[in-house]
């Protein structure tokens, strides 16, 4: 049987006990009327004036003294709403373009790092990238911070050419990923001087898919098998043919949607309009039919375009993701304005970033705030005060039989 009732916007968790109220306040009247009778009885040397406090005051702090126990008795309380933001956890791969254009196509000269003084003016494009990527990687270390909830974002990082490969798998480990961007060599011979992005992505879907082809709990699980099918249904055809979803992968590929839920992929490249057109239907992985199966497992790719645009990869990029097209879920083509606009690539960045560190929910909860521990404080206090104004001598009064307090 519960004994709450709510006064002036208070919860009383115990209200019987505020009905200790009534003889408290009985007794102070009748502690008042029996102070006035000793003052007024009272005849000596110290007035009327000087004694009515020294009797009144320590009796008060009694008095306090029992009436926060009785508000503590009675567990006064306050009840107020929490809102508390729930905020997105992502995987974030991104794949830089390492082929000759971005140095001039000299591949013949010494190491050049993201480091290097006299990047920017030398080679715009590579600092461009450098900056992109240490953006990134600070963003993601100062939001992971900013919703402290114990989720750790990760991120991986590709490079590509000729060749494609993989620097950083998907990490926490924030400052390895600026070490690696500090070390790299963007004349590493081992990536070749051309531009195979559509290799690139394949390997992206690949490195994000580690869990589901380790079999991982709580994944959906891909085998060999499923690899080799999605290699296959992915293989250039002519014409505008559209990606079809293989019969025996489909509701595997559809349990994707929640596993890559937290997943988004960033190009980076400087690749011209032949090169875009080039890899549309290259083999051995059709560039068209990975941004087709990123439309249908709803995983965004962001195309950062350092040299030219391509209307048919910009369409593709903006269908891939879930949501109305242009919405915040959908991925994006983004031409810079300028291999030398380092500006504008701050804000490409903040504007991809942006849409995935983001509040995904707002959850509402009851708290109560009780005043029991206060009231407590407060009535051992006036106790200690109201002794101490007893015993001192402030408090002594003269009686009939003496001294007394």
């Given at each position: 049987m519960g004994y709450s009732a709510t006064l002036f916007g208070l919860e009383i968790g115990f209200y019987p006990a505020l009905f200790l109220l009534v003889p408290l306040l009985l007794g102070a009247t009748l502690g008042v009327q029996k102070v006035g009778a000793v003052v007024k009885g009272w005849s000596g040397h110290t007035s009327p004036l000087q004694l009515q406090p020294r009797i009144i005051v320590p009796r008060l702090f009694f008095f306090l003294c029992a009436l926060c126990i009785v508000l503590a008795l009675s567990d006064i309380t306050r009840r107020y709403t929490v809102a508390q933001d729930q905020y997105a956890t992502n995987r974030l791969y991104t794949t830089l373009d390492n082929s000759s254009s971005m140095y001039g196509f000299d591949?013949?000269?010494?190491?050049?790092?993201?480091?290097?003084?006299?990047?920017?003016?030398?080679?715009?494009?590579?600092?461009?990238?450098?900056?992109?990527?240490?953006?990134?990687?600070?963003?993601?270390?100062?939001?992971?911070?900013?919703?402290?909830?114990?989720?750790?974002d990760k991120i991986g990082l590709l490079r590509f050419g000729l060749f494609s490969f993989v620097e950083l798998y998907g990490s926490t480990d924030y400052e390895r990923a600026r070490t690696l961007m500090r070390e790299i060599n963007w004349r590493d011979p081992r990536t070749g001087i051309y531009t195979e992005y559509h290799l690139a992505l394949w390997d992206m879907f690949q490195?994000?898919?580690?869990?589901?082809?380790?079999?991982?709990?709580?994944?959906?699980?891909?085998?060999?098998?499923?690899?080799?099918?999605?290699?296959?249904?992915?293989?250039?055809?002519?014409?505008?043919?559209?990606?079809?979803?293989?019969?025996?992968?489909?509701?595997?590929?559809?349990g994707l949607r929640a596993d890559l839920k937290d997943t988004a992929?960033?190009?980076?490249?400087?690749?011209?309009?032949?090169?875009?057109?080039?890899?549309?239907?290259?083999?051995?992985?059709?560039?068209?039919?990975?941004?087709?199966?990123?439309?249908?497992?709803?995983?965004?790719?962001?195309?950062?375009?350092?040299?030219?645009?391509?209307?048919?990869?910009?369409?593709?990029?903006?269908?891939?993701?879930?949501?109305?097209?242009?919405?915040?879920?959908?991925?994006?083509?983004y031409l810079l304005k300028g291999e030398q606009n380092f500006e504008d690539m701050d804000a490409i960045v903040e504007k991809i970033l942006s849409a995935r560190f983001r509040v995904v929910s707002t959850a509402k909860r009851w708290e109560r705030e009780s005043y029991t521990s206060l009231f407590a404080s407060i009535s051992f206090l006036c106790l200690l005060l109201g002794l101490a104004a007893t015993l001192s001598p402030f408090g002594r009064t003269i009686g009939k039989g003496g001294i007394s307090t």
């Open positions: 591949a013949s000269g010494p190491p050049i790092h993201c480091t290097d003084k006299g990047l920017k003016r030398a080679y715009p494009r590579i600092f461009n990238a450098c900056r992109a990527m240490f953006k990134i990687i600070d963003a993601m270390e100062a939001y992971v911070k900013k919703k402290n909830d114990g989720s750790q490195v994000a898919l580690q869990k589901n082809f380790r079999r991982a709990d709580g994944v959906v699980p891909l085998d060999d098998g499923d690899r080799r099918a999605l290699a296959l249904s992915l293989y250039p055809e002519s014409g505008n043919t559209r990606y079809a979803v293989p019969r025996a992968l489909k509701a595997k590929l559809e992929f960033i190009i980076i490249t400087d690749a011209h309009e032949g090169q875009f057109e080039g890899r549309l239907h290259k083999s051995p992985v059709s560039l068209i039919k990975m941004m087709q199966l990123a439309e249908f497992i709803e995983l965004p790719i962001y195309i950062i375009s350092i040299y030219r645009d391509h209307e048919v990869v910009r369409k593709l990029a903006e269908k891939t993701g879930s949501g109305p097209v242009g919405g915040p879920n959908r991925g994006a083509f």
